[in-house]
């Protein structure tokens, strides 16, 4: 993966086929689809509403059906460890602000990544405090530039 979360190869970095290939192997693991006289895969007792019948689009389709897990807070932070990212903002207070405090309340936060989250919690998208910064600079410079043309 390159460093815009482009999968490719060093010879051809636009390629998708190595992502295609990725993405069938996922989808190998977590589905199946009935055949004729074939039943889906018996859960272990444990997991006994893992496998869920997907919708399909023709009724002439196989039934797939689709195994998962809930990921809790605590498996999150579990899997990514130090990488995860605690910063967040309430959606409805950060639209609240005017502009120039808006750039201050996701510029004071240090993670790259903040969460937008509603009053309750629940995530609502993600801002990229990186990308903000450089929007801002450049409103600034090119601000400067205005200014000094008078």
Same mark, same amino acid.
């Given at each position: 993966? @390159?460093?815009?979360?482009?999968?490719?190869? =060093?010879?051809?970095?636009?390629?998708?086929?190595?992502?295609?290939?990725?993405?069938?192997?996922?989808?190998?693991?977590?589905?199946?689809?009935?055949?004729?006289?074939?039943?889906?895969?018996?859960?272990?007792?444990?997991?006994?509403?893992?496998?869920?019948?997907?919708?399909?689009? @023709?009724?002439?389709?196989?039934?797939?059906?689709?195994? %998962?897990?809930?990921?809790? @807070?605590?498996?999150? %932070?579990?899997?990514?460890?130090?990488?995860?990212?605690?910063?967040?903002?309430?959606?409805?207070?950060?639209?609240?602000?005017?502009?120039?405090?808006?750039?201050? %309340?996701?510029?004071?936060?240090?993670?790259?990544?903040?969460?937008?989250?509603?009053?309750?919690?629940?995530?609502?998208?993600?801002? @990229?405090?990186?990308?903000?910064?450089?929007?801002?600079?450049?409103?600034?410079?090119?601000?400067?530039?205005? =200014?000094?043309?008078?």
């Amino acid at each position: 993966m @390159n460093n815009q979360w482009r999968m490719g190869t =060093s010879f051809d970095a636009s390629g998708v086929q190595l992502g295609m290939v990725l993405l069938q192997e996922f989808l190998n693991e977590i589905q199946f689809t009935s055949q004729p006289y074939r039943n889906p895969p018996v859960p272990h007792p444990s997991e006994s509403d893992a496998w869920i019948k997907l919708d399909h689009q @023709n009724s002439n389709d196989p039934e797939t059906y689709e195994h %998962a897990a809930w990921l809790t @807070n605590n498996d999150v %932070a579990e899997l990514l460890g130090e990488d995860l990212h605690h910063a967040a903002l309430r959606e409805h207070e950060l639209k609240t602000l005017p502009p120039a405090k808006q750039y201050d %309340a996701v510029l004071s936060k240090a993670d790259r990544y903040i969460a937008l989250i509603d009053d309750v919690g629940r995530f609502k998208g993600m801002l @990229n405090r990186c990308a903000l910064l450089a929007q801002a600079v450049k409103q600034m410079v090119d601000g400067a530039k205005d =200014s000094s043309r008078y």
